[in-house]
C-alpha cells in the first residue's frame, strides 16, 4: 500500500531497473497520477536501450516520459555525486515548469540498511540514520515510498506481475563500497537480523530526534550555552548552526572549533569549503559565507534614505552626525580599512575603534561611514550592543 496522495501528480524517478519499474507498476495499478523522469548517462552500452523500452513502455500507459540524454560522459572524479547533481537539477526543473508535487524515488529497505552501515563505518555526524520516507533535496520534496520492501521483493514483484525490467550489471560488481557492503553484508542478511538493524535505526533515530529538539530550544550561538553541552552534544549544535550552509562538520573539526571557543583570543575565524567561515567573536558564533561587500551612495543635499544596511533622515537636522550644509555632496560607504577619523584632535583608525567598541566581526565589512565633499571621513556611527531605535535617532545602522 502505497502512502500517497491521489489528489496530487507525481514525478517517478525511473531508471527502468526493477525498483523504480516495480513501483511504475504499482503507481499504474492503484490509479496514482505520475510522469516519469529518466536520465542517460550514456555511462553503459545498455544505457540507449534501456531508454527507448522506457519511452516505449510510457506510451504504451499513456504516460508523460521526459527524458535528460547526457551529450558527454560525467567525468569520473566523484562520478556517483556528479550524476545525482545532474538527475536531481533535472527533477527540479521538471517541477518547476510542470507543477508535479513531488518526486518519487524508488529507495528499498537495502538501500537502507547499506547507508546506516555506511554512516556506521564512516563515524558520519548524521541528524539521522538511513534514508527519510519525507525530504527535501535540491529545493524539492523527495518521497520514497518503497524502504518496506526488500531488493528481493521489488524483483519478484516484476516477476510476478509480468514487469518488465533492466539489471544494472555495475550493481553487481564491487567497485563502490556501498557495492560492497550490498553483496557481502546486507544480502546475506536473515529476516530476523533485518528486523534488529532497523529496530537499532529505529531507537538511534528517536534519541537522534529528542536530542536535537532539545538543542534547538536552546540560543546556539552564546559561547557559555554551547561549553555546558558535552561533546556529542556540542557536535550536534556546530551541526545544526552549519546546516543552513549544507556543510557538514566533522568530529575533528568540531574539536577544533572548541579550542576556538576556550582560546583567550575574543575574535578567530575558521574556514571551511565554499567560502563558509566559522567565527568566534567575542560571546558570540556564527557560520557564514564570505562575500565582499562594497556599496557607496552619494547625496547632493539633506534628504531621507534607507537601503539594506542603513537608514537616515536629514532633512530637520543632520549637525549631530557632523554633517552641515557645508558638507555636501555627502558620500556613504561601508567602511575602508584605512579609514581614519578624527576624534577630540586625534586621528584614530577606524579598526582601532572597532576593536575598542568589541564590534562584532561581522558587522566590520558592511560598517557605514560618512564622508564630506573632500572625501574625509566626518562621522562613522558608534556600535552599541543593546543598542534600541527610536523615532529620535536620525541615523540607524541596519
Known sequence: MLNLDKTKTYLLACSYGPDSMALFDMLKKAGFSFSVAHVNYHLRKESDIEEKLLKEKCQKEGITCHVYSLTSKPIKC????LCRDIRYNFFASLIKE??????LVAHHQDDLLETFFMQKERKNVVKFYGIKENSTLYGIEVIRPLLSYSKKDLIKYCVDNKVEFSIDKTNLQDTFRRNQIRHQIVEKMSKEEREN???????????LETLYSALKALDLSRIDVLLELDEEEFIMAINLLAEPF?????KKSCLEIKN????????????????IYFEKSYD??????????????IFDKPCTFSCEYFAFDFLN???NRNVYTSSYPIKIRNIHKDDTYIINGYKVKATRLFIDWKMPLRLRKYWPVILDKNNNVIYIPRYQKNFVASKEVNFIVK
Open 260 to 275: 576556538i571557543l576556550l582560546s583567550p583570543k575574543p575574535n578567530i575565524s575558521m574556514r571551511f569549503k565554499n567560502d
Open 197 to 207: 538493524v532497523l529496530m537499532e535505526i529505529n531507537v538511534l533515530n528517536y534519541r
Open 78 to 81: 566523484n562520478i556517483e555525486k
Open 317 to 319: 537636522d543632520s549637525e
Open 284 to 297: 558570540r558564533v556564527r557560520f557564514f559565507k564570505n562575500e565582499d561587500i562594497n556599496y557607496e551612495y
Open 98 to 103: 510542470y507543477g508535479y508535487s513531488a518526486v
Open 246 to 250: 549544507g556543510i557538514n562538520i566533522s
